[in-house]
């Protein structure tokens, strides 16, 4: 019913940049709160960022001031700019979206995921 995609990881070495994209499609009637999770090998699933769908944001400490979160709502799509990447921002990084798909029904979707590695 409802997919998200990720795209924008790869390779970086450290101080580098990457932004991350994740567009939502199919039967979406609006999405509210989009998030960005990540995974390193070893460690649980943890929450970096989030945007409301009027745009207010929080981060976790350890990305504040290097990551941006932002949003095109008319593209279903949320977006993460990651700036002065560190080696332990390496994971592979998820989108999360909470869809309202009726009137009556919301659920939160996940995407596939991304890998970002930061290396030298």
């Known amino acids: 019913q409802v997919q998200l995609v990720e795209s924008g990881g790869g390779l970086v070495q450290p101080g580098g940049s990457l932004r991350l994209s994740c567009a939502a499609s199919g039967s979406i009637f609006s999405i509210a709160t989009m998030a960005w999770y990540r995974q390193a090998p070893g460690k649980l699933r943890e929450w970096v960022a989030r945007i409301t769908s009027g745009g207010s944001t929080n981060y976790v400490d350890s990305v504040k001031d290097r990551f941006t979160i932002s949003r095109d709502n008319a593209k279903n799509t949320v977006y993460l700019q990651m700036t002065s990447l560190k080696p332990e921002d390496t994971a592979v990084y998820y989108c999360?979206?909470?869809?309202?798909?009726?009137?009556?029904?919301?659920?939160?979707?996940w995407g596939q995921g991304t890998q970002v590695s930061v290396s030298s």
């Open positions: 999360k979206a909470q869809v309202q798909t009726s009137h009556y029904r919301v659920e939160d979707y």
